[in-house]
């Protein structure tokens, strides 16, 4: 089945850190691109960032919200993307996504989301 | 940053009514912009691409136009499982969402 799987979300104090993952399965993980984008409770969809595949170099590109504080990488042995949150802000609050940036150039798969919250 | 704003907020209508949903970007896209349904508790789900053309196995009642800075969703003739929040996302510039039109039951 094509589907992505992302965890590690969960409770985290201002300033605090932590880091989902994201299971690819049922795709070529490795050539694909792949990106975050995260949704606060009743607002609309953020782009968060990318990371390209190696034939791109694995390159990476983040929101100005969240740039210096983020980082997304992967492991292709794993079909796994990872984002590594920092310094996290009470606006960082939000179900963030994993999404694959298919050959049309859009987002064609998405997984379920998982629920980071900010606060003390 | 392309801004993307869309219209009305909140649509209110039947089954079987006819929705039409607007996206306007604050600079020309060309073609660049897709549509995305969202349900509750789902992630969203792609409908349209490059302005016109439909996703795999989205039925014919959904169809996108437009170019430039103004594109439109319509939907046909509402069914009960489209009553959704919907987004546009243009990729001419980096990446960007509308803020969505949320198409409720009257």
């Known amino acids: 089945e094509v589907q992505l799987v992302e965890s590690g979300g969960g409770l985290v104090q201002p300033g605090g850190s932590l880091k989902l993952s994201c299971a690819a399965s049922g795709f070529s993980f490795s050539g694909s691109d792949m990106h975050w984008v995260r949704q606060a409770s009743g607002k609309g969809l953020e782009w968060v960032g990318r990371i390209r595949s190696k034939a791109n170099s694995y390159a990476t590109v983040y929101a100005a919200s969240v740039q210096g504080r983020f980082t997304i990488s992967r492991d292709d042995s794993k079909n796994t993307a990872y984002l590594q949150m920092n310094s996290l802000k009470t606006e960082d609050t939000a179900v963030y996504y994993c999404?694959?940036?298919?050959?049309?150039?859009?987002?064609?798969?998405w997984g379920r989301g998982t629920l980071v919250t900010v606060s003390s | 940053e392309i801004v993307l704003t869309q219209s009305p907020a909140t649509l209110s209508l039947s089954p079987g009514e006819r929705a039409t949903l607007s996206c306007r970007a604050s600079q020309s896209v060309s073609s660049y912009l897709a549509w995305y349904q969202q349900k509750p508790g789902q992630a969203p789900r792609l409908l349209i691409y490059d302005a016109s053309n439909r996703a795999t196995d989205i039925p014919a009642r959904f169809s996108g136009s437009g170019s430039g800075t103004d594109f439109t969703l319509t939907i046909s003739s509402l069914e009960p499982e489209d009553f959704a929040v919907y987004y546009c996302?243009?990729?001419?510039?980096?990446?960007?969402f509308g803020g969505g039109t949320k198409v409720e039951i009257k």
């Open positions: 996302q243009q990729r001419s510039s980096w990446l960007t």
């Open positions: 999404t694959r940036l298919g050959w049309l150039q859009y987002f064609d798969l």
